[in-house]
């Protein structure tokens, strides 16, 4: 079981720059989300769905989009890299919203630069 | 906004020692959950309390949620290098559009052999 699969690992962007991060889970999770992790920040979160089709805003939305075209998928889009996005990022799942309790299972993150 | 504070932020002990964190919030949780989190890797669920009051152990930890569902602790008993990591509480409320868990903003602890 691979579980939440996030790619890249690692990626340095010129400020402006546009580009996809790849979350994907093999468990048949309704619930996905994205969080950033900064220091003293802890973890905020960006965007989530609770179905395929379906997603909503987090608490910084703001400068990345979203999309839920299947269950495996969600990818987290930056329109438009600024140095602000510079983070570590992670994708978690759960298997639904209002089964929350049974927690998230987190992929191993996504660290970005952005300069 | 619902927040959870942690104490304390950093700790720092030798190995056999015990230790207790704190995670605290003025709101009620329906549930509130603890991760670990180890350089480079994402958060791993370690237990989910849900009534308050209620203990639960895993090995050399013992989690507590309380009464009013308003704080949680994790005890450490005999912490080993092995423990080191950020430790995390979220908390979770069902019911209405709340759909996501509040993080805590952590407490990352050192172990010394």
């Known amino acids: 079981n691979a579980g939440v699969t996030q790619t890249p690992k690692f990626q340095v962007l010129k400020t402006g720059q546009s580009m996809t991060l790849q979350c994907a889970q093999d468990?048949?999770?309704?619930?996905m989300s994205w969080y950033r992790q900064d220091p003293g920040m802890g973890l905020r979160l960006i965007h989530y769905?609770?179905?395929?089709?379906?997603?909503d805003q987090g608490e910084v939305p703001n400068g990345y989009n979203v999309s839920r075209s299947t269950t495996e998928d969600f990818p987290l889009r930056l329109l438009s890299a600024a140095p602000s996005q510079t983070s570590v990022y992670f994708c978690?799942?759960?298997?639904?919203?209002?089964?929350?309790?049974?927690?998230?299972?987190f992929g191993s993150g996504t660290r970005l630069t952005v300069v | 906004t619902q927040l959870l504070e942690q104490s304390p932020q950093f700790l720092s002990i030798q190995e056999g020692e015990n230790l207790t964190v704190y995670c605290n919030s003025s709101?009620?949780?329906?549930?509130l959950q603890w991760y670990r989190q180890e350089p480079g890797e994402g958060p791993v669920l370690l237990v989910t309390?849900?009534?308050?009051?209620e203990v639960k152990k895993l090995k050399r930890l013992t989690f507590q949620f309380g009464d009013a569902r308003k704080d949680s602790s994790l005890h450490i008993t005999a912490a080993q290098p092995g423990d080191t990591g950020l430790y995390l509480c979220?908390?979770?409320?069902?019911?209405?559009?709340?759909?996501?868990?509040?993080f805590g903003k952590g407490t990352l602890l050192t172990v010394n052999p």
């Open positions: 769905s609770v179905g395929a089709g379906i997603t």
């Open positions: 468990m048949n999770h309704e619930y």
């Open positions: 309390v849900v009534t308050g009051g």
């Open positions: 709101s009620v949780f329906s549930s």
């Open positions: 979220a908390g979770h409320n069902s019911g209405g559009s709340n759909y996501k868990l509040t």
């Open positions: 978690a799942s759960s298997f639904s919203w209002d089964r929350l309790n049974y927690g998230y299972t």
